[in-house]
């Protein structure tokens, strides 16, 4: 097991090279550049720029060197833990991403909690259950749910709150720090949506991986010597049936941390998908790879503590 986890961690760092790679060819192969964005924004501005506004601009911002020296020296200054400098507003990076990477982080984490106590009781449910109305009920709900994208269904709570309770997102966002009460009622319905949109999938997966469960030799052999249903059903047939689980789990977490940009947009949530899209907007570089970069590494984490959750779920894995 540990030469395991060394092996996965030295494996770290070539993957995260060659995401590193990637992303900056890609975002260096799109037509146009800062420079053109600043310098021609505007129509008075196509007036009066000229060719030496051109390079003045792109020397300043490091643009007129050859493609493999602006990645070493963007790469170096990674290590460094140096994300570089907004070329909008002229901020350090990092000052600009980790407020938001704490709000997004809160937003998704709260979603997969409500994911999992909707999905893990919900699917348990159906499955001791199997084809009576309890489980065409769930089996119904979560089809629907999974159908319907997030802004969908957010924008239906929006108008049914609004139309019941006469509730608005809010325009300003509370800190957790600060007011506790208002930070979550700001975050728990954007979190509901979320959260209801990823158990719908993760209550089929344990719905069906119970089932399996059930049908294995050592449910029959633990009833044969006369234990409890539930405890058969907890200790033994649940234990198994949530590695599958897990690992959908995992991948939720990631997808949240990076792929709820509607959501921050309907709710008006100030996190990192909010900040992507006005990255993405001016064309500000190093933001748009530090949050790319950040996602990156968030999935190489995320998928090397499912393997390890694995190991503690199951005993009998073993990495050789």
């Not at 999905?119 to 084809?131: L, S």
Request: aromatic share 10%; net charge neutral; proline share 5%.
């Amino acid at each position: 097991m540990r030469a395991y986890i060394l092996r996965r961690m030295a494996l770290f760092i070539p993957t995260a090279f060659g995401v590193s790679v990637f992303i900056f060819l890609m975002l260096h192969v799109i037509p146009g550049d800062y420079a053109t964005t600043l310098l021609l924004g505007g129509r008075d501005r196509a007036l009066v720029a000229t060719e030496e506004d051109f390079a003045r601009v792109r020397n300043q911002l490091g643009l007129d060197k050859p493609l493999h020296m602006q990645y070493v020296t963007w790469a170096g200054k990674l290590l460094r833990g140096d994300l570089g400098i907004s070329w909008i507003n002229r901020q350090p990076v990092l000052e600009r991403m980790l407020p938001r990477i704490a709000v997004s982080a809160q937003l998704g984490l709260m979603a997969v909690l409500i994911a999992s106590i909707i999905a893990i009781p919900g699917g348990v449910i159906a499955a001791v259950r199997q084809d009576t109305f309890f489980d065409y009920v769930l089996r119904f709900v979560s089809m629907i749910f999974e159908s319907m994208p997030n802004f969908w269904i957010g924008l239906l709570l929006i108008v049914g709150l609004l139309t019941m309770f006469d509730w608005i997102p809010p325009i300003s966002y509370a800190n957790l720090w600060e007011d506790p009460w208002d930070n979550l009622m700001i975050l728990i319905f954007p979190a509901m949506v979320v959260g209801a949109r990823s158990s719908a999938g993760m209550l089929r997966m344990t719905r069906s991986s119970v089932l399996e469960a059930l049908r294995e030799d050592y449910v029959r052999t633990a009833e044969a010597k006369g234990l409890y249903r539930s405890r058969i059903l907890f200790i033994h047939v649940l234990r198994n049936a949530l590695l599958p689980v897990v690992t959908l789990a995992g991948f939720e977490v990631v997808f949240l941390m990076g792929g709820q940009v509607v959501i921050e947009q309907v709710f008006n949530i100030p996190g990192l998908g909010n900040l992507f899209i006005q990255a993405v907007g001016s064309r500000d570089f190093p933001v748009i790879q530090a949050i790319v970069m950040f996602i990156a590494c968030v999935v190489l984490i995320a998928n090397l503590l499912v393997d390890l959750m694995y190991a503690w779920l199951d005993p009998r894995i073993r990495y050789t």
